[in-house]
């Protein structure tokens, strides 16, 4: 396995710095509960402290230590994001390499039930499924990843449009092999690069979806921690000149920012394209 | 006398890869004057591209000229700087590459991107570079010259979209024309159109060429020297006439030799025995455009059935109806005296394994990311259930019939072989099922010619191993002289002549069997010529 170790070798500096940041990102998130000094919902002071020995980011609108719901919203965000762009791409993945190469009714039948889910804007789909599902976590969960799955489904079904018309998938063909074969042997092989990368761009924007949901009140429920809702809560400390609800926002763009870092590594080195 | 117009010495080419610097190029020295064309000839990899590139200054990525100098009329392209270099490209160097339905941009009018390099460059008027276009289009003679180029690339012919690219290079008056391969996408009736166009309008217009061709007896109707090139080498250089008629290295002499491959003759099959494959009165569509009429066909097990016939003449689409890919409207399949069905899906897994197609293209052909080891194990295991050492006894031994190294070659990935080894890899994938049938499409087209004649030889020895049959599509006679047994000749979806290969290479011929008979180049500087009086006399 020494490929993979390689491949990190010739990586940009942009690269590694994304690396770099998506690997802190995931030990803060893991060992959320032992590098917080407080509970995620412990209230510990003031509200509204000011950066302090004891709360080195201050406290929140309740007293709640700023630094420690930092911690563990990186768990919570990061965890729930990441797990709604693994189901997103198994599902958008596998519907869409099949359509693509089974073509025919399948693929038209599938294909026009994603285009009307793509019609509607994302947000107010979500915000009508929300309201129709309850805003729990798994509802969130779900319905974040069928929107997503429909932009997985689009590149997908392109890609094994594309990669079903090479001689070695007709030759596969000819030879009697079943449906799992192509796709997963002929077909998913060859378009696993640009689908690695849109897992990492899908990731961001997911990321930034439930932000906006837990900003607008919708996401995440408190008293769990999270980003989107810790910019929320403490926004009106912004008009007295701190800086605190900028913090989250801030890992926020962070992670974006690194994310897209290695998605363009990514694209570029399976695209062949000079970095 | 005036000097000659591009002077190389001691030039040498490196590519730097990971494992350190490689020679593409040793060691050239080359002289052309106005008014020349020196013909490069040699077999893929030998550097002729490299060298041709090399001739404007110019390497591709991650090659890079290590020493010698390249000097165009009198100034040294190697020490030039970039900008001055990009300043003499396209405009006193052009280059005219091997497939001009790549090279254009598909979204732009043929005006617009032929005369961008003279007016970009401020050589000429926008107005002037239009006329003189239309001049060349005519010189070229293309038809209906003056509104062609309002046309987009798609809209016309390959081997108009050859001469446009001709006329395109020509338009800013270069001083050195580059011509790597511009025929070989070419079916031969046009290809001598092509071929004469260019040797005029060269002519005309006082300028040098460099004329690159795997196949030397179009590099003997072009040039007036000849430069046969080996792993980077030059390995002889001289007159054309004096190379035909009395080459001095063994090396020339083997490619010379390379055309003359012919297998055995096999006896008839016997009357009354029933055909391994019979194909009835077949007639395809794609939409409403019928492609194939009443095309009927007997192939018999240890055969050669060669299907010859132009770009657009149903050749292929005869192979993809044999192999199931595409349904015949009319007309039926026998395969081993029992019917076959139309469309793959519905035959059975013996007559999918007996019935194997190699494909034109062994680029494509082959999964990038499957081991040769897996590529030849797959049909093994699916058809004959042979499972780890079994299976990796049989895959060797196959790799080793088709003379590879098993060692060397089952652990690699296709992009580590080249293209006459992937083809290999394709003919012994097919052969791992053991059928009785062998669709050949093109198989030979992507390779140069010493390695095609090998490939031939190799599948006629397998032929007479295993009693296959051969349904061999082909746009090259010189392939259906070489390997067939049976002959098909095949123009506008329609079979227009079929019989033995001495029945139907025997006079008299119809209209078109004439034409692409006399079409096919010989090794003789003359031919062209002849041909094209010839031609001008029957009109």
């Excluded at chain 1, 038209?108 to 129709?132: E, G, H, K």
């Excluded at chain 2, 020493?67 to 900008?83: Q, Y």
Aim: glycine fraction near 8%.
């Amino acid at each position: 396995m020494s490929r993979p170790f390689v491949l990190l070798k010739s990586a940009p500096l942009s690269a590694r710095f994304g690396l770099i940041v998506v690997a802190g990102y995931g030990v803060v998130a893991v060992l959320a509960p032992v590098l917080a000094p407080y509970g995620e919902t412990q209230i510990v002071g003031l509200e509204f402290a000011d950066w302090s020995a004891q709360h080195w980011l201050g406290t929140d609108d309740l007293g709640r230590d700023v630094l420690s719901r930092l911690l563990y919203g990186a768990r919570n965000t990061i965890g729930i994001a990441m797990l709604t762009t693994v189901i997103a791409s198994v599902v958008g993945g596998v519907a869409g390499l099949v359509a693509g190469s089974m073509r025919g009714w399948v693929d038209q039948v599938l294909a026009r039930v994603v285009d009307v889910l793509m019609a509607v804007p994302s947000l107010i789909l979500t915000l009508l499924m929300l309201a129709i599902f309850g805003t729990s976590i798994f509802s969130m969960i779900m319905i974040i990843a069928l929107i997503e799955s429909t932009r997985i489904f689009r590149l997908a079904r392109a890609l094994a449009l594309g990669i079903g018309l090479f001689d070695y998938v007709t030759t596969a063909r000819l030879r009697g092999e079943g449906l799992l074969w192509i796709i997963f042997r002929e077909i998913l092989p060859n378009a696993s690069a640009p689908l690695i990368a849109e897992f990492g761009l899908r990731f961001s924007f997911v990321f930034l979806f439930i932000a906006t949901l837990s900003f607008l009140g919708l996401g995440i429920q408190p008293p769990t921690a999270d980003w989107g809702s810790m910019v929320r809560d403490n926004a009106t400390l912004l008009s007295y000149g701190q800086m605190a609800p900028l913090l989250p926002a801030g890992a926020i763009a962070l992670l974006t920012v690194a994310v897209n870092f290695i998605v363009d590594w990514l694209v570029h080195h399976s695209s062949g394209l000079q970095e | 006398m005036e000097g000659p117009l591009l002077c190389i010495r001691g030039l040498a080419i490196h590519a730097s890869a990971q494992a350190g610097m490689t020679e593409v190029l040793r060691g050239i020295d080359l002289d052309l004057r106005r008014g020349s064309i020196l013909g490069l000839v040699g077999e893929s990899g030998s550097g002729k591209s490299t060298l041709g590139l090399a001739a404007m200054g110019y390497t591709r990525d991650g090659l890079h000229i290590s020493s010698g100098s390249i000097l165009f009329d009198g100034v040294d392209l190697v020490r030039m700087s970039e900008p001055e270099r990009r300043s003499i490209r396209g405009v006193r160097i052009a280059y005219v590459a091997q497939s001009a339905a790549a090279s254009f941009n598909p979204a732009r009018r043929l005006f617009d991107q032929s005369i961008e390099v003279a007016v970009e460059g401020g050589h000429s008027r926008r107005r002037e570079a239009v006329r003189q276009l239309i001049e060349l289009y005519s010189r070229l003679h293309l038809p209906n010259a003056s509104a062609l180029g309002m046309r987009y690339p798609h809209h016309v012919s390959g081997g108009q979209l050859q001469r446009a690219m001709t006329a395109m290079a020509m338009v800013a008056r270069p001083d050195l024309i580059v011509f790597d391969e511009p025929t070989t996408a070419l079916d031969v009736t046009t290809q001598i159109e092509v071929l004469s166009a260019i040797r005029n309008v060269v002519e005309a217009s006082h300028a040098a060429a460099i004329f690159i061709s795997h196949d030397l007896a179009l590099v003997a109707q072009m040039a007036d020297r000849i430069m046969v090139l080996r792993r980077g080498r030059v390995v002889e250089e001289a007159d054309t006439r004096q190379m035909l008629r009395a080459p001095r290295e063994d090396y020339t002499r083997s490619i010379w030799a390379a055309n003359g491959f012919r297998a055995a003759p096999k006896p008839a099959a016997e009357p009354g025995a029933v055909p391994l494959l019979r194909v009835t009165g077949v007639s395809a569509w794609y939409g409403r455009a019928q492609v194939l009429r009443d095309a009927t066909i007997e192939v018999h097990a240890g055969r050669t059935l060669a299907v010859v016939g132009e770009s657009g003449s149903g050749k292929s689409t005869l192979a993809n109806v044999i192999a199931g890919l595409l349904s015949p409207g009319a007309g039926t399949l026998e395969f081993a005296g029992s019917r076959l069905a139309a469309g793959f899906r519905r035959r059975t897994r013996e007559q999918l394994c007996r019935i194997q197609l190699v494909a034109q293209s062994s680029d494509s052909a082959l999964n990038p990311r499957q081991r040769v080891r897996d590529s030849i194990g797959r049909p093994l295991a699916f058809y004959h259930g042979l499972k780890g050492a079994a299976r990796e006894r049989r895959m060797r031994q196959l790799l080793a019939e088709l003379e590879l190294d098993p060692d060397q070659y089952a652990g690699r990935f296709p992009g580590e072989l080249s293209g006459g080894q992937k083809q290999r890899v394709c003919i012994a994938r097919a052969l791992a099922a053991e059928p009785a049938l062998v669709i050949c499409d093109e198989v030979t087209s992507g390779l140069d010619q010493i390695v095609a004649q090998d490939t031939l030889k190799l599948l006629d020895r397998l032929q007479r191993e295993r009693d296959l049959a051969y349904v061999f599509i082909t746009h090259d006679l010189a392939i259906v002289r070489a390997i067939a047994d049976d002959v098909v000749v095949m123009q506008g979806g329609s079979i227009v002549r079929k019989g033995s290969r001495d029945e139907v290479f025997a006079p008299p011929f119809d209209p078109y069997t004439a034409l692409l008979l006399s079409s096919v180049p010989e090794m003789d500087p003359d031919w062209l010529d002849r041909v094209l009086e010839r031609r001008r006399g029957a009109h």
